[in-house]
């Protein structure tokens, strides 16, 4: 689900970095608990103790966190780090030449050097922006604040109350299906606005200082732009009495909660004076749909109850405090550089990346598909496309194996689980074809033309949106790839069943075609396990082999397989990054399963090996996750469904006897778990 305006501020957010400074008086970082927080920045020290059988993470690492310095302008470093600044070196240098003369390349070059196009963009100054806020200001009624949501041409629209457009549908992937939800809000998580975190602190007041000079600089006082910030604010607060938290976002449980089925005309009665339908249909071109998902029947009655007269200051206030941050990067100089400032402020980088960088990596995501060519062209191989394929179908079949010990599936359960392993996509490095990715419908003017970026970022979401709306009414196309090759990642999509290693993770320090098996076996052979895992993990095992939410356990099985991941939640739940900090264990059973059994999979390919160096395969994976963060950073991974890394390497490595057994790791040793403890579920 994809509107124009979200693909507008993601150009505008693609423009900027991150950042943070904590006050004095914060907690003693090192006093986490069975480990600390090795990643955080200042924890280890060179007289900390770094032994095998209590940390082997510190052990393998220490010296590399001790020499590892955090890039400027980035938040974290470490290997995946390297990855991505590898990554944006090689798209940087893409753009730097001769201009492309086929048209796909030719619109990312164009937008690229739109970006760079300083001169235009500081003589346009704030203008853009001002013409969006004095159109909110002159809304007087709620009745004229819902024209502007429909009769406003959406890439000119400051922001929205509501998001609304089309998805793969949950139940029956085939298809696509309209979908109402909240809008979302500045500080993300609506838990923010109940009881303020440090993390979420920092968040505010890095906002409301580039809200402040956004506001300045068009033109309002400093008290007009101080009331403007608290009644944003304000308005968020009442949203997000109804607005499901992150944690509550990211549990497995999600998926049934927000898979409201209305019918129109409920949906007709539960907008009440909201004109969400007369938005989708005539703002966003959809045609009229019998079905529509409701991701929170709650937020539309909240919102309807907020849109009176009364309160029409705070909610003009809040698009245009939003708007105003929202937009910064795309601006001129100055209004960029506070938006790095801000970001900074938020995510503890320092400095300021340099433009060329920056600009080619918002085009690379943006116009990811033009880029996704080129980059295949330049720096992606058939004989390696071919390695990792043949690696997939030996893992996938080592898979077999871990289905056929799993002691808690009946022979049923176990026989469908068989069928959707056996029916796995897999997508590595690059697609075959790139029939299915033309933007040969997308045109805007180039620098050299005449052209802007915000023209040109406009033009982007209006395309986005036909394209959207073309799809709309077909089968989805599901052998059409997610996301492009170019990507640092790698990832398991449960409504295509189909595993992502992309092109560009499968370099580096992650793959290298002269790596030995123990090497291969501890980088891409343990991320390729993962991403299998997460067809069986506790969101994963919700959809079927044909990619749809359909219930395929006995409901004797899957109260087991939900009680072995109420017992991996609490085992993270029993754990600190520093004493008072808690970890939301409900979230992470879903990576934290697939990291073990990524592990599990590797494992049992290596006991075919005789000869196997497990010391070199257990060495190699603790550097895949050796990590260096800021403190911003660090309260940012509080909140992410991934375990830390630190705890991906020990928590992980933990669970089996292999690691166990070949170190001599035994019960009073840090790093030892009782076999009744282990919580890995596959």
């Known amino acids: 689900m994809k509107k124009a305006i979200s693909i507008l501020l993601t150009v505008v957010m693609l423009l900027s970095q991150g950042a943070a400074a904590f006050a004095d008086g914060a907690p003693d970082y090192s006093t986490g608990t069975p480990w600390p927080d090795i990643d955080l920045e200042g924890v280890v020290t060179p007289d900390m103790p770094a032994e095998l059988k209590d940390n082997f ?15 400027e302008g980035y938040s974290y470093g470490g290997t995946i780090m390297d990855l991505l600044m590898l990554q944006a070196e090689d798209v940087k240098n893409m753009f730097l030449g001769e201009a492309p003369e086929s048209h796909d390349a030719k619109l990312a070059y164009d937008l690229f050097w739109l970006m760079m196009d300083w001169d235009s963009r500081n003589a346009l100054g704030v203008a853009p922006l001002k013409e969006r806020t004095e159109a909110m200001e002159a809304v007087s009624t ?49 838990a923010e606005y109940r009881a303020l975190t440090p993390y979420g602190a920092m968040k505010r007041e890095a906002y409301s200082d580039l809200a402040k000079k956004m506001l ?4 309002y006082s ?43 005309e409920e949906l007709e009665a539960s907008q009440g004076d909201l004109p969400i339908l007369k938005f989708i249909e005539q703002t966003e071109g959809y045609l009229t749909a019998g079905e529509y998902i409701v991701m929170n029947p709650q937020y539309l009655e909240k919102l309807n109850a907020l849109c009176t007269e009364e309160n029409l200051p705070l909610i003009r206030d809040m698009l245009i405090v939003c708007g105003a941050i929202g937009q910064a990067g795309t601006l001129d100089r100055e209004c960029y550089e506070w938006r790095v400032e801000c970001d900074n402020a938020i995510s503890g980088a320092t400095g300021i990346l340099d433009d060329e960088t920056v600009f080619s990596g918002a085009v690379s995501k943006v116009l990811s598909w033009p880029v996704a060519q080129l980059y295949t062209e330049t720096f992606l191989h058939q004989e390696d496309k071919d390695r990792i394929y043949a690696m997939v179908e030996g893992i996938l079949d080592a898979y077999h194996g871990v289905l056929a010990e799993a002691d808690f599936f009946t022979d049923e359960t176990r026989a469908r689980a068989i069928e959707k392993l056996e029916a ?18 997308l045109d805007f003017k180039s620098r050299d033309e005449g052209g802007t970026l915000l ?58 075609s002269d790596m030995s098996d123990e090497e291969l076996y501890g980088t891409v052979g343990a991320v390729i396990g993962h991403e299998i ?20 356990w006995t409901e004797e099985d899957y109260v087991i397989f939900r009680e072995r991941n109420e017992k991996m939640a609490a085992y993270f739940n029993a754990m600190h990054p520093w004493e008072g900090q808690n970890f939301y264990g409900s979230i992470m059973t879903g990576e934290a399963c697939a990291d073990m059994a990524g592990i599990k999979v590797m494992l049992r390919l290596a006991a075919d090996n005789p000869d196997f160096d497990y010391d070199l395969f257990f060495r190699t994976y603790a550097n895949v996750w050796l990590l260096k963060d800021t403190l911003g950073m660090a309260y940012a991974r509080i909140n992410d469904t991934h375990p830390m890394g630190y705890l991906r390497i020990n928590a992980t490595l933990q669970q089996y006897d292999e690691f166990l057994d070949f170190y001599g790791i035994t019960e009073g040793d840090g790093m030892y778990l009782a076999p009744e403890d282990r919580i890995a579920i596959w």
């Open 142 to 190: 709620v009745n004229e604040l819902m024209a502007y949501f429909v009769e406003t041409p959406i890439e000119k629209q400051l922001g929205s109350l509501w998001s609304a457009g089309a998805m793969q549908d949950l139940a029956d992937s085939s298809r696509y299906i309209l979908v109402v939800s909240d809008a979302g809000l500045l500080l993300e998580d609506s």
């Open 424 to 441: 796995i996509d897999k997508r590595i490095l690059y697609p075959d074809s790139w029939e299915k990715y033309s933007c040969e419908k």
């Open 57 to 71: 993470a510190l052990y393998v690492n220490k010296d590399k966190i001790l020499k590892l310095e955090i890039p």
């Open 216 to 219: 300045l600089k068009l033109g």
């Open 455 to 512: 023209d040109a970022s406009a033009a982007i979401a209006k395309f986005a949106i036909a394209q959207s709306v073309a799809d709309f009414s077909k089968p989805v196309d599901k052998e059409k790839w997610g996301e492009a090759p170019h990507t640092v990642n790698c990832f398991y999509n449960p409504q295509t069943n189909s595993i992502y290693i992309m092109g560009a993770f499968a370099r580096g320090d992650m793959y290298q």
């Open 533 to 552: 895992s997460h067809a069986f993990d506790s969101s994963g095992a919700q959809f079927d082999k044909n990619g749809d939410m359909i219930n395929w």
């Open 222 to 264: 400093k008290e007009e732009a101080a009331q403007k910030i608290d009644n944003s604010f304000a308005f968020e607060t009442m949203l997000a009495e109804v607005i499901y938290t992150s944690e509550e976002q990211q549990r497995p449980d999600y998926f049934g909660r927000i898979y409201n089925s209305y019918s129109r």
